[in-house]
């Protein structure tokens, strides 16, 4: 007799089992939904640019609002340089500060550092801009960019005059705002790593750091590619502390030094002045390009955590 007859749904119904899995797929699909309809309504809103433009608005490095000419490519170049800026710095800082917590410090300590730093992963992004404007740009303006430019001047990364403003101090900035995400997901994926691990490989003779560094970590790097992933995800849709700091110059440039901007400052920045239809529905056709590029990237991050674990090894 098929389980599903009325008596046999109203007994399930009865005991919670069949309401407990409609709601837990209502929660479920709502995800899906609530995906399906930012992408329907980004798409929809961003006709004209589409039917303008068509692929030249990925590769066009012009936005005129007067002359209603409008291309992404800057924006695409401003929101990739800082983020991967942000994570050149962090993952390092992050990872060390993550096994010195994890592995290294007394309990107490760690557990104090902790709370810190979940406070720090909790404060606004404005906090970070003003702290950018006031400390991070002054900094760079006399200090770091005038440094780099007399050692490393050479290279076309580090040449031009030093702003302040630009693709660096807006790098480094995402990536104090980063590392507490690092440090708080990689720290909690470390200590779940099975105390056996550790003292299997120290019984084998290996020091305190190289069980932490040649078993443990590598024990748990799924966990450490999340992390990191997670970050990448703040770093590129990061608006506010960004824009502080950026310059938000629609221009590409091969200095580190040089003004730029990021998808989600223009749209910010521009949106509520936005005239016209066209121009309006570049600007969410940006929205559109942010959305994919957070997809694409994050789904590349899958791959590789993926291509990780079935490389071998224990993988929390």
Request: overall charge neutral; glycine content about 8%; aromatic content about 12%.
């Amino acid at each position: 007799m098929s389980s599903w007859t009325p008596r046999e749904l109203l007994r399930r119904l009865r005991s919670g089992d069949e309401i407990a899995h409609l709601i837990t797929l209502i929660c479920a699909s709502s995800i899906l939904l609530v995906t399906s309809m930012l992408v329907y309504q980004l798409w929809v809103n961003s006709q004209l640019p589409r039917h303008e433009f068509g692929w030249h608005f990925f590769a066009t490095s012009v936005w005129d609002p007067v002359f209603e000419h409008f291309g992404a490519l800057p924006f695409i170049y401003g929101t990739v340089v800082t983020s991967f800026l942000a994570l050149l710095i962090a993952v390092p800082f992050g990872l060390g500060a993550a096994i010195f917590l994890s592995e290294l410090a007394p309990r107490k300590l760690s557990d104090t550092f902790a709370f810190a730093i979940d406070l720090l992963a909790a404060v606004p992004s404005v906090i970070y801009g003003l702290l950018g404007i006031f400390i991070i740009v002054p900094i760079m303006r006399t200090v770091v960019e005038p440094a780099l430019k007399k050692t490393l001047g050479f290279l076309p990364f580090f040449k031009g005059p030093a702003y302040g403003v630009g693709f660096l101090a807006a790098g480094v900035v995402l990536a104090i705002m980063i590392v507490p995400f690092i440090i708080a997901v990689s720290r909690e994926v470390l200590l779940v790593v099975p105390q056996d691990q550790r003292e299997a490989a120290m019984a084998l003779g290996a020091t305190r750091w190289e069980a932490t560094w040649k078993v443990v970590v590598p024990y748990a790097r799924t966990g450490i590619l999340g992390s990191v992933f997670l970050a990448l995800a703040r770093a590129l849709g990061e608006t506010m502390a960004v824009t502080m700091v950026i310059g938000n110059d629609p221009k590409i440039s091969s200095s580190l030094f040089s003004p730029g901007y990021t998808i989600a400052a223009v749209i910010a920045n521009e949106f509520k002045e936005a005239t016209g239809d066209l121009y309006l529905q570049s600007l969410v056709e940006l929205g559109l390009v942010l959305f994919l590029l957070t997809f694409v990237l994050n789904g590349l991050a899958r791959i590789l955590i993926v291509a990780t674990e079935q490389r071998g090894g224990p993988a929390h």
